[in-house]
DNA sequence: CGCGCGATTGAAGCGACTCAACGGCAGTGG
DNA sequence: CCACTGCCGTTGAGTCGCTTCAATCGCGCG
């Protein structure tokens, strides 16, 4: 069937408006701002938004929808680095050099701002309320990369996949939705690669956080029925550095590992 | 002991000059430079350049020694995220905050430039190289996280490190120095954490890698023996995703999991 | 000199990986 | 309209590697 056309020229500062927006940052209502066009790029899902190794003439800015960042080995094995949403930036990663170094599927319909970098460079000159946005996206992404550093650091299969909930949650009440009520739209293949632990593994440890009546999970709807206790469950780390230093030691949950299932 | 004192001033282009150069930006000789002073702050090996917590009026450049980034549990383990070394940011995790994710410290004598926020702002806006500077170092720093993840990713402990003298030789020969010889400052408890295995497994897995006579090793003193058989060797991922695209399936190094110990 | 920490090595237990089989759902094509 | 084919998700069984606990050695620093 043919599909509408997906490439949109919005004119005009009411779309540099919106990004700005996207991005974080309050402009004054007076605030002249400079009337470059914005493209507009649409996707269905699973559309490529860029390919890893392709050159990268823009960076984008997610308006709506869900995408996917990952990288495939030689031997076929896909990593995934992060789920990009709303007010996400894409394509940072090509900026020190001059191709990705992942690739970006969109998990469902999805559309994104399309800056060239050329622009890119010109509105972050000329609009310092961008430059500041661009900082504040870039310093997220950071974050993002950081937690998932976290998420794997965890020993236990389920604290990695308590972390992720945790992470997704607050990502979800920070656009303004709903904190409890999740829907993933990624495999379990996606989140275990994500997480580092094999996708059979991620389909137990759902399981064992049903059975810890934590969250309750119908395929890929996941309900959280106490975030406060998966929170606390999510703190388990691996064993402590000694207590060298006289750091707070106020253990708020488990013993050592994991969990005692209980029957 | 009396140290000598830790705050420098360096007025002048000069030291602007030496900061573009730090974040990979070439300017051009009769261009001219802002002549904003610019702070240096040398620290002891051992010395925090800032806390956990601690709001962030500043971001930094290094200039030179090596820093570690990591975030410390409430029940004290250690998670490292990163090694800082020269032309690195470090502090962007505050931009999209006001408090800082992790703490820095040095590993050996080191030395930053401090630029403080709204100078940042400030240079960014005069002066397009330093933008194109930042937005490269914030790229590299994020390409460094998604390579952390791909450490981490990797099944076998053996293959873990490997990868992370992979990534560290090619640090070095960035920096022009030898890729063949490392001086690791940092513990192998830091490396466990920041390879997400116990201190104890990285022991061994050194002991196995130089039993391969890939590398030798002498406490924190590192010989790359044979650089490709490394990468190689560092290339081992858990099983792939069942071919479904029609991934080249270029094989070239171990069967499936790890090694079979020659003795 | 001795204390502490880092590094190494050993032993034992368990948790995640791999291989495998099965049910469910969707898209496709007869 | 319905079989067919993949893929996703779940569950089971066995193996293996990593973690944990522990002891020892070496080095640097007070």
Redesign the pocket.
Known sequence: MNKPPMLDLHPGVCAVHEMLELLGVSVDPGQKLPDMPLAVRRLRAGQSLFFEGAPAPSIYVVRAGTFKAFHTAEDGYEQVFGFARRGDLLGCDALSGDRHLMGTVALEDASVYVVALPDFYALAQSLPAFYRGVMRAVSGAMIDLTQLADMMAA??????LARFLVHLSRRMSNCGQSAKSLH?L???????SY?????????????ALATLQLVK????KVEILDLAGLQGFAQG???P??A?SGAAVARLRPP???LALAA
Chains 1, 2 share one sequence.
Request: without cysteine.
């Open positions: 020993v236990a299969s389920e604290v990695r993933l990624m495999t379990r293949r996606d989140i275990g997480l580092g632990v094999a996708h059979e593994t991620i389909s137990r440890s759902f399981a999970v119908d395929q890929r780390t691996r064993a550095a000694k060298s050592g590992r994991a």
